[in-house]
């Protein structure tokens, strides 16, 4: 089946440090990739997204790229910020077998960033 | 416009209950998503509905049950609930039925404590 794995944590940065969080996938098919992240307290918001090998999804200085030849999705940030402190998840959505689309998330990344 | 909107936000119960939560899409979405975020275990998919019918079901007991109105509003049911059962209960809504680009939009969650 699917599934997507993600670089344990916590990951813990001094502000303004460079972040990168690591993302790979199986999927069958052409799967849309995306990174969701959860504030404390509160539920998911989409962070960014891509749909298709080499797309590059970006949002609030996050980027994260589609490979297809490595099946990543690693997430990147050049200078983080203490307000960037959460959990990060990444995401597949695919079809199942009986054509219908399952989202399959990671376990999450806790990012705390400390001025 | 509002979001996804989820009640209760906490919930306590003792084993062998039943409990009941809900969740109201998006106004114009017509797919909702069930997904338990159980401590450690990242999230997992529960339940999809759209357009009223149930489309797509996770690796769970019988005993986790739901259904979706004809406003799109859902309920999530769980019968005979075992300790195992505590934890966060994610709601999502979508625009698109079952495609893969489309973007789940996450409700705050309940938080399920069984003792």
């Known amino acids: 089946g699917d599934s997507v794995t993600q670089m344990e944590g916590p990951v813990t940065l001094s502000e303004e440090a460079f972040l990168t969080i690591n993302c790979t996938y199986t999927?069958?098919?052409?799967?849309?990739l995306f990174w969701y992240v959860q504030y404390p307290g509160e539920g998911l918001q989409l962070l960014l997204k891509a749909t298709k090998a080499d797309d590059k999804g970006s949002n609030k200085g996050f980027e994260a790229t589609y490979r297809k030849e490595t099946t990543s999705f690693h997430l990147e940030k050049g200078s983080v910020q203490v307000s960037d402190s959460a959990v990060y998840f990444c995401a597949l959505s695919a079809s199942d077998s009986g054509g219908y689309q399952k989202v399959t998330f990671g376990t999450g990344t806790k990012l705390q960033v400390i001025p | 416009e509002a979001g996804v909107t989820q009640s209760p936000t906490h919930l306590i119960k003792t084993r062998g209950q039943q409990v009941t939560l809900r969740c109201s899409p998006i106004?114009?979405?017509?797919?909702v998503y069930w997904y338990q975020q159980a401590l450690g275990l990242g999230l997992q998919f529960l339940l999809w509905?759209?357009?009223?019918?149930?489309?797509n079901r996770g690796n769970f007991p019988p005993r986790f049950s739901g259904r979706q109105f004809p406003n799109y509003s859902s309920e999530l049911n769980v019968n005979a609930l075992e300790l195992e059962d505590s934890a966060l209960y994610l709601c999502?809504?979508?625009?698109?039925?079952?495609?893969?680009?489309?973007?789940?939009?996450f409700g705050p969650g309940t938080r399920l404590t069984v003792l």
């Open positions: 999927a069958t098919g052409y799967p849309s």
């Open positions: 106004s114009g979405h017509t797919s």
């Open positions: 999502a809504s979508s625009l698109v039925r079952g495609q893969l680009t489309d973007t789940q939009y």
């Open positions: 509905y759209d357009e009223g019918e149930e489309r």
